[in-house]
C-alpha cells in the first residue's frame, strides 16, 4: 500500500478483505508444481485476464500476457526498478547497480558492464567454458545415471564465473553455496537468513574489490577493475555503489542458468527425435536454444512498481503497486506465439520473445549465457548417444520457475 490506500484499487477495507479470499494468482499453490502445473494455470489466466491480483507477499499484479509485461519493461517513465525489483521484496541491503536504479543513474555502470561481454571476450572465453563443460559432463555420463541438476547444472556456472570474473574455483563455488542457501530464505520468506547471507555475499564482494586495489588486472578483461577505473563526470563511481554492483553481478549468473539448464534436459529427455536431429545437425542448436528460452523462460519474479496510475490489461494499476513480470507466461501468449504451448523449432518470429528483458534492463549477460547452453548441448549430445527420464524433476518454487533435481539414465556414445 502507498500513501494509505488500499492495493489494486480497493479504497473500501471490506471490499480489499473479501478480495483476499478469492484472488486470482497464487504464486505458491498448496500443492508442488509439476513441469506443467504452472504454465497450464498460466494459460488459463492469461485466456481470462492478462494482468491478475495477488494477495500473498503484502499484495501484487502479476502480468501474464506479453504486451503487458513488454510495456512495464520498456516504459520507464511509468515504471521503475528502483523502488521493487522482485517480488517477494528482499532487498534490505543496500543499492545495487545498475539493476536498482533507473536512467540516467544506471547508465554509467550499465555502460561499463556491457563491456564485459563484447563478441571478443566472448570469444576469449569459449574454450575456458567449454573446458568446464566436459570435465563435469564426462563423469556423469560415465556414470550412466545421474541427477543432471545437481551434478551439473548447479557447479557449471560456478566454474564459468570464476573464469569471467578471474577468481579461483573455490571463492565461486562459494558463492555459488551462499547464493543457493540466499535464494532458499527468499522463497520462504526468512528475512533474518536472507539479511545474513546477503551481507555474507557483500563480504566477498568486498574481498574481491580489494584483491583488485591491490593488484589490478586489465580491466578489458576483468569487470571488477574496470568498475573500479571508471568514472562518472569526471569523478570516479562511489565505492559503496562498486561495491553493489559487484555483489549484483556475482549473484546475478548463478540462479538462473541452474534452472534453465535443467528445464533443457527435461525437454530432451522426453523428445528423442529432437535429440537425434540435434546430434546429426549440430549447427542448429542455437536455434533450438532460442526456443528453450522462449518455451522455458525462468523469470517470473522480477519486478517494477507504477510511477503513476496506469490501465493495464483492463485494470487500473494504482501509483506504488508493484508488479511481477511473469516472462514465464508472457514468451507462451498465443497471441504473439502461435501455438506457444509447444516447442517449434525456426520459429518464424522467435527473436520477439523476452527472456532476456528487453529495453533499458535487460539482461546485459545474454550472450554469455547462450554460449553456457549452446556449449552445455554441443557437449553432451556429442559424448551421449541418448538420454532418458530416470524420475519426475523437482521443481523450484516461486520467484523462479523451473528444475532443482533432473533424475536422467545416460548412455555413453
Known amino acids: 500500500m502507498t500513501d494509505g490506500r488500499c492495493?489494486?484499487?480497493f479504497d473500501d477495507p471490506a471490499a480489499l478483505a473479501a478480495r483476499r479470499a478469492d484472488h486470482d494468482f497464487d504464486p505458491v499453490p498448496d500443492?508442488?508444481?509439476?513441469?506443467?502445473s504452472a504454465h497450464e494455470e498460466f494459460a488459463r489466466l492469461r485466456a481470462e485476464r492478462p494482468v491478475a491480483r495477488s494477495q500473498e507477499y503484502d499484495g501484487f499484479w502479476a502480468l501474464l500476457g506479453y504486451d503487458e509485461v513488454l510495456t512495464a519493461i520498456t516504459d520507464i517513465d511509468r515504471f521503475t526498478?528502483?523502488?521493487?525489483?522482485?517480488?517477494?521484496?528482499?532487498?534490505?541491503?543496500?543499492?545495487r547497480p545498475p539493476l536498482h536504479l533507473d536512467p540516467p543513474e544506471h547508465t554509467s555502470y550499465r555502460r561499463v558492464i556491457n563491456k564485459a561481454f563484447t563478441p571478443p571476450r566472448m570469444r576469449?572465453?569459449?574454450?575456458?567454458?567449454?573446458?568446464?563443460?566436459v570435465q563435469l559432463l564426462d563423469p556423469l555420463i560415465d556414470a550412466g545415471w545421474s541427477d543432471v541438476c545437481r551434478s551439473y547444472a548447479h557447479r557449471f556456472p560456478a566454474f564459468v564465473f570464476a573464469r569471467f570474473f578471474n577468481l579461483d574455483v573455490e571463492t565461486s563455488e562459494l558463492i555459488k553455496t551462499v547464493t543457493g542457501r540466499y535464494v532458499d530464505a527468499i522463497q520462504v520468506l526468512d528475512h533474518a537468513t536472507v539479511r545474513s547471507l546477503s551481507g555474507k555475499l557483500y563480504e566477498i564482494a568486498q574481498s574481491i574489490i580489494d584483491a583488485r586495489h591491490a593488484e589490478p588486472l586489465d580491466p578489458e578483461v576483468d569487470l571488477t577493475t574496470a568498475l573500479i577505473q571508471a568514472t562518472y563526470e569526471g569523478e570516479p563511481l562511489p565505492p559503496a555503489m562498486v561495491l553493489g554492483c559487484v555483489r549484483q553481478l556475482i549473484v546475478t549468473g548463478m540462479v538462473a542458468p541452474s534452472v534453465f539448464t535443467?528445464?533443457?534436459?527435461?525437454?530432451?529427455?522426453?523428445?528423442p527425435e529432437l535429440q537425434a536431429l540435434l546430434r546429426a545437425e549440430p549447427d542448429r542448436i542455437p536455434a533450438a536454444i532460442e526456443e528453450f528460452l522462449r518455451l522455458y523462460s525462468p523469470y517470473r519474479g522480477m519486478a517494477r512498481t507504477a510511477r503513476e496510475d496506469v490501465e493495464l490489461g483492463g485494470e487500473l494499476i494504482r501509483e506504488g503497486d508493484p508488479v511481477a513480470l511473469v516472462y514465464t507466461s508472457a514468451n507462451r501468449d498465443e497471441s504473439v506465439f502461435p501455438d506457444?504451448?509447444?516447442f517449434v523449432l525456426d520459429r518464424p518470429n522467435i527473436a520477439q520473445h523476452i527472456s532476456f528483458g528487453r529495453g533499458t534492463h535487460s539482461c546485459p549477460g545474454a550472450p554469455l549465457a547462450r554460449m553456457m547452453m549452446r556449449i552445455t548441448l554441443e557437449e553432451v549430445l556429442a559424448r551421449?548417444?541418448?538420454f532418458t527420464s530416470a524420475g519426475e524433476p523437482e521443481m523450484a518454487i516461486w520467484a523462479e520457475w523451473g528444475t532443482r533435481s533432473v533424475p536422467l539414465d545416460f548412455v555413453r556414445a
Open 7 to 9: 492495493p489494486f484499487g
Open 31 to 36: 500443492e508442488p508444481e509439476t513441469f506443467t
Open 81 to 95: 526498478t528502483s523502488s521493487q525489483n522482485a517480488i517477494p521484496k528482499f532487498a534490505f541491503t543496500g543499492v
Open 124 to 133: 576469449e572465453l569459449e574454450p575456458h567454458v567449454r573446458e568446464a563443460a
Open 262 to 271: 535443467g528445464n533443457m534436459f527435461v525437454h530432451l529427455a522426453g523428445d
Open 340 to 342: 506457444g504451448e509447444r
Open 384 to 386: 551421449s548417444a541418448s
